[in-house]
């Protein structure tokens, strides 16, 4: 695999029941200790060595050979932690008199990344044997916590520079990674605690003998994963399928002859505490169980939480020579090898071997798996069929995708009726309409909580999944993501769940309020143990460096903390544009607001605020400090969470106006206008896409933050190209096209399930919105496929994933993550909702219906969706309209009803790919007004329809 060389100590045992002789082979080796050229963050680096190559929570020694001090400095070139804080003496650089074994000299590594120079002074030292001992003992899984060392020059007794040869290495010894004895089901083995196999390199052993059988010890992947989601897409090599082959066992016989067996996922490897962690279906499905158990080439066949499994292979008659395990390069990490046990058939000595003893006896069980569990060779057949049914059941394929699935809706669900026709992936796009929409609806409770994960919700693998799932899992079901938040509640209340809406705002603003006022507030929600390690919640107002923080919205808002998610402004300002989105919505504004005013005065000042304090908000002059996704991290400056706070801001400044707040309006407008002037900070000039906005600071898989000028301008101005910024969009554009050039290198073009939302949710809207449709209908076909699994449980088919992961080749792909998470499947509901097209947002007309047919769509029918216009006496009212867009022949069939009369509205159909030059509009049957019109791809029919409809027809033709 890649990245590392690591070669292990290793007891080759040699074990048969009557007259056998046992034997063990003694082989050096690296423990948790390899060759990497990267860093942590993936950036690469020079060769070095390092205690992180078998993954940064391993903890281990290892030593130079002794020498002979002769020179007066020593050179040390390090890198690596000892924890973020440093000082723990947890991971240093020893230089040891072998005499009594005192440590002369210690350093720590340089807590950073990069490589730092360490110079010893030695000369007190000379003529001392000694050796340098790299030690790490520091088991955190949270990262800081390694060593690396590039070089140590310590004379012409000892010069061993890792970044010029990988040979180097093999001069240093591992301390303390001992065998030890260990009856695997009654097989014995010498066990090593870490896997004999170098990373990217081989491991032989010399037998020089007739054997009975091979037993091997381990079968798993050092990596116990299966595909990272939050890793960027291009780091294949981290991601692992069933059916990949991590390298090979080659058994090289006395003539000659050579016979490879591959080491392959599902086949002669198999996850272990990934696997029982999340150990559906096969906990609960006999028949799941059973095709696993019939395609693991492994003892025992089922997952095993020790990550152990044995493997075996029964060889052929003839003397072999030597054994050869071998890692491939393509994946990170090693094949799992801990121990080697032979049956030999009688007294045969092993090379280089010590004799050991056997008293035990085999299990029954162990007796049926040497009947039929035997390795197979390369190039046989059954292992393909045998994997290609193992994946059939845990992904979903071309092959097992439906044909056509019947009409799925939840029991309880109120909102629209939906329909989407022509083909298997509207079908299964409508019934995740109904049951993703009814998830989220059940996600606001009686008190306002918003819940991120649903209660009980299923998880597929958490973020490091193959496939597998765990009920019950409840990832985020007591947290209060804001961001999650702002976009569920702004689908929401567009669909009609204004009650959900007028709940939800009430419970952030309370929220909101403990930055002034501490946790003593009436009603408010902290979850007291979901805090961060190392920071914990502060009692009464936060503060940072002792200055008091003001009101505003944060990650988590039940989990309130000066140090995790306080400047995350992507989560305030798209709580800003759900509380706008309710305000505009309901009917008795003023009575709703003036109460409220106070607070969300409180709220938009948080974004002037911060420009006023850049000693504690690190804004600069013209942008604002974002510590988020969004922004690539914690300290990151990116367009998205300041295009939502400018949005925000321009939409509070409305509710400022028409409650006479003039002050507040117009100073809320200037602000947004330096977020806007500060965008221009994001624009780079780029050789292929020209005026585009920089990749730094972007965040998630698809570095999809780029595309908000598109994507946030339909929450707040309007559906069509004509509402978004017209100096912005061509900037945005090329950011569009770059990622679809990009990610075609590592997935199917039009497939961005790494994240459901922040990837495939914000790409399809964005090529929706720029009546793309060509692009957005494969889009739509592959946000069906990624979410769609025949799992076991109904609405669990069609609720929408974390992420999907997909091979390159896109033959097969699979869920990973929280199912139905917030703002995944928040995102996937917009995305439908501007297919269906009934745009409220306001603009040059109240309502403007404006759907967008893909292209092998044969209709959209849509029912009993509330909108809102002005009544009598300018109050909102609340309207029921519905529709049914049809094509019909070359042209389209488009028919709306409602509950009452219309104001004056805007009519776009499409998408249409080649119009008559004679089309024409008819409205209830007689000839108006229109006009056809080009936009993105496709081509689109437009009129306005007057005031006082209530049904009509429009036929275009």
């Known amino acids: 695999m890649k990245h590392t060389f690591a070669l292990l100590p290793l007891f080759l045992t040699t074990v048969c029941l009557a007259g056998s002789s046992f034997q063990a082979i003694n082989i050096q080796g690296y423990g948790i200790w390899g060759l990497l050229d990267e860093d942590p963050h993936l950036r690469p680096t020079p060769t070095f060595l390092s205690s992180r190559a078998k993954g940064e929570e391993q903890v281990g020694t290892i030593e130079t050979p002794v020498f002979k001090i002769t020179v007066p400095e020593i050179e040390l070139n390090l890198r690596g932690w000892d924890t973020q804080a440093g000082g723990a003496g947890l991971c240093k650089v020893e230089l040891i008199d072998t005499k009594d074994d005192s440590a002369l000299l210690s350093v720590a ?246 004799s050991v003893e056997f008293n035990g006896e085999m299990s029954d069980e162990m007796d049926t798996f040497f009947a039929t569990g035997s390795l197979e060779p390369e190039g046989a057949t059954s292992r393909q069929e045998r994997i290609h049914a193992l994946r059939n059941l845990l992904y979903t394929t071309h092959e097992n995708f439906p044909k056509s699935v019947p009409l799925s809706k939840p029991e309880g669900y109120r909102g629209p009726e939906v329909s989407f026709e022509g083909n298997e992936f509207a079908q299964v796009l409508v019934n995740m309409f109904y049951h993703n929409l009814k998830d989220m609806d059940d996600r606001i409770d009686e008190t306002g909580f918003y819940h991120t994960s649903a209660k009980g919700a299923t998880s597929w693998g958490s973020y490091f999944g193959f496939g597998q799932w765990l009920y019950g899992f409840n990832s985020y079901h007591l947290h209060t993501w804001a961001r999650d938040m702002g976009r569920a509640a702004m689908e929401l209340m567009a669909l009609g769940m204004i009650d959900k809406g007028l709940l939800n705002a009430d419970y952030a603003i309370l929220q909101g309020r403990v930055w002034e006022e501490g946790l003593e507030i009436e009603g408010l929600r902290i979850l007291d143990d979901g ?55 309901i009917p008795n504004r003023k009575e709703w607001l003036k109460p409220r005013w106070k607070y969300l005065v409180k709220a938009a000042d948080w974004i002037e605020w911060q420009y006023e304090n850049p000693e504690i908000s690190e804004a600069t002059e013209k942008n604002i400090r974002t510590a988020s996704e969004s922004s690539g991290g914690e300290h990151g400056y990116s367009i998205y969470p300041d295009y939502t706070c400018m949005e925000g801001l321009l939409a509070f400044a409305q509710m400022a106006d028409s409650i006479g707040d003039r002050k507040n309006a117009a100073k809320w407008r200037k602000v947004a206008a330096k977020l806007r002037d500060g965008m221009n900070e994001y624009i780079e000039e780029n050789e292929e896409y020209g005026k585009t906005w920089t990749l730094d600071h972007s965040g998630w898989p698809h570095r999809t933050t780029v595309l908000a000028p598109i994507i946030l301008a339909s929450d707040i101005q309007g559906f069509t190209l004509d509402d978004m910024d017209q100096d912005l969009l061509p900037i945005t554009i090329n950011a569009y096209e770059r990622i679809l050039d990009n990610t075609r290198k590592y997935t199917p073009f039009c497939a961005y399930g790494a994240a459901m939302g922040y990837s495939q949710g914000f790409v399809t809207q964005a090529a929706l919105l720029l009546d793309r449709m060509d692009e957005a209908s494969e889009m739509l076909k592959w946000t069906a496929r990624l979410t769609y699994y025949n799992a076991p449980i109904e609405k669990e088919k069609y609720l929408v994933p974390e992420g999907a992961e997909i091979i390159p080749t896109g033959e097969f792909w699979h869920r990973i993550g929280d199912l139905g998470n917030g703002v995944q499947q928040a995102e996937t509901i917009k995305t439908l909702r501007l297919v269906m097209g009934i745009d409220n947002t306001g603009g040059k007309y109240q309502l403007n219906l ?108």
């Open 109 to 354: 590594p340089p807590q950073g990344d990069e490589v730092a120079q360490t110079i010893w002074n030695v000369r007190k030292f000379k003529g001392t044997k000694a050796v340098i001992r790299i030690t790490d003992q520091n088991d955190n899984v949270q990262g800081f916590a390694w060593i690396g060392v590039d070089s140590i020059l310590a004379g012409d007794d000892l010069q061993l520079n890792f970044n010029e040869s990988h040979e180097a290495i093999y001069a240093m010894n591992v301390i303390g990674d001992d065998l030890e004895s260990m009856d695997f089901y009654g097989m014995p083995f010498r066990k090593l605690k870490n896997s004999a196999v170098p990373q990217n390199g081989r491991f032989s052993v010399k037998v020089d003998a007739k054997v009975r059988r091979i037993n091997f010890l381990g079968m798993s992947n050092s990596i116990d994963q299966g595909c990272p989601v939050w890793a960027p897409i291009e780091h294949y090599s981290q991601r692992y399928f069933i059916g990949d082959q991590l390298g090979e066992i080659i058994v090289n016989y006395a003539d000659g002859s050579t016979v490879k067996y591959p080491l392959t996922l599902g086949d002669s490897l198999w996850w272990g505490g990934q696997a029982t962690s999340f150990p559906e279906p096969f906990a609960s499905d006999e028949d799941a169980a059973a095709l696993l158990a019939n395609s693991l080439k492994l003892f025992p066949s089922k997952p095993n939480p020790t990550s152990m499994y044995m493997a075996s292979i029964a060889p052929e008659k003839k003397k072999i020579q030597s054994l050869e395990i071998v890692d491939f390069i393509e994946k990170d990490g090693v094949p799992v090898v801990l121990g080697i046990t032979l049956e030999t058939a009688g007294a045969a000595r092993i090379p280089n071997s010590e």
């Open 850 to 957: 404006v759907p967008r047919l893909p292209l092998d769509w044969t209709g959209i029918k849509i029912g009993d969706h509330p909108i809102w216009v002005e009544g009598k006496n300018g109050v909102q009212q609340e309207v029921k309209i519905g529709y049914n867009l049809q094509r019909n022949g070359r042209g389209l069939l488009f028919t709306v009803t409602s509950d009452t009369v219309l104001p004056e509205l805007g009519i776009r159909l499409g998408a249409l790919k080649k119009p008559d030059p004679a089309f024409g509009v008819l409205l209830d049957g007689k000839y108006i007004e229109s006009t056809t019109a080009k936009s993105g791809d496709a081509y689109w029919v437009a009129c306005t329809i007057p005031a006082g409809k209530k049904d009509f027809t429009i036929r275009v033709r």
């Open 531 to 585: 805090h961060p390690a190392g920071h914990p919640l502060a009692v009464g107002p936060l503060t940072i460096d002792e200055q008091p923080l003001p009101y505003h919205w944060n990650r988590i808002l039940n989990i309130p903390n000066n140090h995790f998610g306080c400047f995350d402004n992507d989560s305030h300002g798209l709580t800003m544009m759900e509380m706008y989105n309710l305000w505009k919505r």
